[in-house]
């Protein structure tokens, strides 16, 4: 244990409103690829990267069906919360969480046990499909039964208009609602907690200046150096289920 760690253990036993950010990284431990990442699935193949935009999805029945079948296959259907996530929800039970803003998809910190008004999942969520049509929200799993039985790009059964998950395309613009309380959640917290992000894409990364500007300490937990590095009061690079679990145990006993 270094002394850094030690520093933000004193820090989060005296913080009142912990916002935690968290990216994929906090995932790659329940078996979920990184797509950003120096190994991630986009990095390494950009072209598959930008056949996923808003535009192709509504264009190109083949990047439909592509994606029909990539949601049927995700990995977030196996994976389970890892101990990084369940540290979390050991915050929460502590009172010093103010909220867990995700950019991943997975819905692992639902599952971890979060109260479910605590977790504000920025890029959506892979288990709700929305009709582009209506609007009408449905579940995942109705609709990859649909796939299942053979419909390889299953439409709403209401209005007929095209699905798709309920999460944010590459040129598709976040919800509002969502966003507001984010930022709301990076003004009101006393420390920023990062966790397995790069800290590269918004809007998470300017939510690490809101919080930093309006006063927040800064912790950066994530294994390669991202550009706030510099801002941050403490680095962690160790592995994130083993050193978040470190970091809240005092706050349970
Ligand atoms: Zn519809």
Redesign the pocket.
Known sequence: MNTDEDAVRDWLRAARQVTVLTGAGISTESGIPDFRGPQGVWTKDPAAAALFTLENYLLDPEIRRRSWRGRRDHPAWQAEPNAGHLALVELEKAGRLRAVVTQNIDGLHLRAGHDPRQVLEIHGTLYDVE??????TTTMRENLERVEAGEDDP???????L?KAATISFGQALKPEVLEACLAAARDCDLLLAVGSTLTVQPAAGLVDVAVRAGARLVVVNRDPTPYDGMASALLREPIGEVLPRLVAPLAA
């Not at 009709?131 to 009408?136: E, P, S, V, W």
């Not at 439409?155 to 208009?161: N, S, T």
């Open positions: 009709c582009l049509q209506c609007g009408r439409h709403c059964l209401v209005c007929g208009g699905q």
